[in-house]
């Protein structure tokens, strides 16, 4: 198994709603899931957008 760390970001619709859909995703696809941070709201760079939801999520897997 690999120890993998994953940088999660959302900016549309149900941000929240969506990492955690992206952390089940990977867990319905063989990633075990160790850790993650507190999800921080922070403001884009670049064009005007809404602001991102980010979070780190530590986890293993055989995965290639």
Known sequence: MTRSYL???ANLGDRLANLRRA???L???GAR???SSR???TEPVGPPQPDYLN???EVET???
Do not use: K, T
């Open 7 to 9: 940088a999660l970001g």
């Open 55 to 57: 979070a780190v999520i």
């Open 33 to 35: 899931l160790l850790r």
């Open 39 to 41: 999800v921080y709201e």
């Open 27 to 29: 867990e319905e696809r």
């Open 23 to 25: 952390v089940g995703l």
């Open 62 to 64: 055989d995965l290639s």
